[in-house]
């Protein structure tokens, strides 16, 4: 047992106010050309003084509406500089920011602003109608304005927290992440999560050492995410560095984004180092000042090699966004084991097991279920509070004291961990957890499909793709497949974000199933995996594509 006890204090607004005053005239946000021309904006930085007086005054506006402690409030503004200040100006005021994801569909907005029960969503003019429609639909009152927040009415109930200020156990966000079970569950997230991951981050040293007042952090990661919002940003944020968020991944311009930038620190996903690889080797490969990536996934047969291009090491991390940094853990120290998915050592703080499906320790070597809990007085320090609304799924996830991560890893023999598959039911694409489940229920509703199995396949790019193995009603015909398949894809996209819809479709007689008429989850990955080198299986991925919603607005 650790005599580890973490502390924090305050909320991330006071943090922000701090760093105004103690690097009042250090760049706070850059936005680089990249991201200035998508979002139509100038190319420009703020400083903490900057943003700080900014902040004051969105606050003003939000209090004026009626909105404090208690209330939630959805943020539908990618990474732009905007995102930032809404968000630490409702924080000034104990509202929750809830993210929300611009590629999600109708139907997706309308379970979210339902579930966290916002009651204003800040959204680009574009999008405005599209917000106002969903919450009409499922008769929620919600106050939908623009990035300037012009016309924003009084909000429709009062603060539920209104007799106390907020602190460091208030809510801060409720970030969306997929599970088992179908819909993304809302995981609820405190001002202690966010500032223990910043102060984490700062504190952890070695080759991710952050040197205060010095650094700029380039990510490309969306702020719906716990990774842009609780690492770079606080990160940046308790330190006095700077962060640069792009409004997404350019592999044609990201070294000009980081040279211009002048970054020191980048974020990544494995998908990224597999493309900047493919790249043509340039002279201008280590012309650059980044002292090392944070991140995961990279694909252990090119790790090596992109540090041995590109000058700098990719530093190996695990978490997830219901373990925030209260279990992080990190390849910082030598050696890395590169090329193994190696991410490093627990620190003392943390308690873990290795088990197996019976719920027995593994010895070194086996893999098995990670499971981690804080080694303090308070295991749950640094992790999500809960899963709104789903008592019975929180409950679960911590059965026996310890979270359970749904994550199989191997521990060596010198206590390094090594990632080796997902145990839970969830596709991990390009950054993205996606629910088979969820995208299971959609593709049921096609009148053609009798029966559907979604599992994970392998992408040498985006880690995992979506496959279903479809059951039709009738068989189509060899030269009808490609035509069907084609039409379930449009019935996908027109319900769900387009990372979710099958990026492969194959036809079967049957599914494996359980005795219970159950998918055996297992069984469906080997057909899966069988079947996608087969004639009939066909390749949708050339149809998944953002959807363009996203809109170059001035000033937001």
Not at 129 to 147: K, N
Not at 191 to 199: P, R
Not at 438 to 454: C, R, Y
Not at 532 to 550: E, I, N, T
Request: glycine content about 8%.
């Amino acid at each position: 047992m650790s005599n580890f006890i973490p502390t924090v204090q305050g909320t991330v607004y006071e943090a922000l106010r701090r760093s105004a005053v103690n690097h009042e005239h250090n760049d706070f946000l850059c936005i680089e050309s990249q991201a200035a021309a998508r979002y139509a904006l100038q190319a420009r930085s703020y400083s903490y003084g900057q943003a700080a007086t900014e902040v004051e005054r969105l606050r003003d506006v939000y209090a004026a509406a009626g909105l404090g402690h208690g209330h939630r409030a959805g943020l539908l503004l990618e990474n732009r500089p905007m995102f930032f200040f809404h968000w630490l100006a409702l924080n000034a005021l104990g509202v929750s920011v809830v993210p929300i994801n611009p590629e999600w569909r109708r139907a997706e907005l309308e379970y979210l602003l339902d579930h966290s029960e916002v009651c204003v969503a800040v959204v680009p003019s574009a999008r405005a109608d599209e917000l106002v429609s969903a919450a009409r639909s499922i008769q929620r009152v919600v106050r939908v304005t623009g990035p300037d927040l012009s016309g924003l009415t009084d909000v429709p109930c009062p603060p539920p927290h209104a007799e106390s200020a907020p602190e460091v156990e208030t809510e801060c966000a409720l970030l969306y992440t997929s599970g088992t079970t179908g819909r993304p569950k809302g995981c609820v997230l405190s001002n202690e999560y966010f500032l223990w991951a910043g102060t984490w981050y700062a504190q952890i040293g070695g080759l991710c050492d952050v040197r205060p007042g010095v650094e700029r952090l380039i990510t490309p990661l969306p702020t719906s995410h716990m990774n842009a919002m609780a690492c770079s940003t606080m990160a940046m944020l308790l330190t006095g560095g700077c962060i640069v968020p792009l409004d997404r991944f350019h592999p044609t311009t990201w070294w000009r984004s980081v040279r211009e930038s002048q970054a020191t620190i980048i974020h990544y996903l494995g998908v990224m180092p597999a493309m900047l690889l493919g790249a043509a080797a340039d002279e201008r490969d280590r012309d650059h000042q980044v002292r090392f990536g944070f991140g995961a996934g990279v694909n252990p047969r090119l790790h090596a090699a992109f540090e041995s291009r590109f000058g700098f090491p990719l530093l190996e991390a695990w978490a997830m966004t219901e373990t925030g940094a209260g279990a992080v853990m990190i390849a910082n120290g030598e050696p890395r084991k590169v090329g193994t998915a190696c991410f490093g050592k627990a620190e003392p703080r943390i308690e873990y097991r290795v088990v197996n499906e019976q719920d027995e320790a593994v010895p070194p070597g086996h893999p098995g279920e990670l499971l981690v809990r804080s080694a303090g007085p308070d295991s749950r320090f640094g992790f999500f509070r809960e899963y709104l609304k789903d008592p019975e799924a929180t409950a679960q996830a911590w059965e026996g004291g310890y979270f359970h991560t749904g994550d199989i890893v191997r521990l060596d023999e010198e206590g390094d961990f090594h990632f080796v598959d997902r145990k839970k039911n969830v596709i991990r694409r390009s950054g993205e957890n996606i629910s088979a489940v969820e995208v299971e229920s959609v593709l049921l509703q096609h009148p053609e499909v009798a029966s559907v199995g979604v599992t994970a396949v392998p992408d040498d790019v985006r880690g995992d793709e979506v496959m279903a193995c479809i059951v039709p009603r009738v068989m189509p015909s060899d030269a009808a497949r490609a035509s069907f398949a084609r039409d379930v894809m449009d019935f996908c996209l027109a319900r769900l974000a387009y990372f979710k819809a099958p990026g492969y479709l194959a036809f079967c007689d049957r599914l494996p199933l359980t005795p219970t008429e159950k998918i055996q989850r297992g069984e469906l990955k080997n057909l899966a995996r069988a079947l996608l080198g087969d004639p009939g299986c066909v390749d949708l991925r050339a149809f998944k594509k953002r959807s363009g919603a996203a809109i170059h607005e001035s000033g937001s």
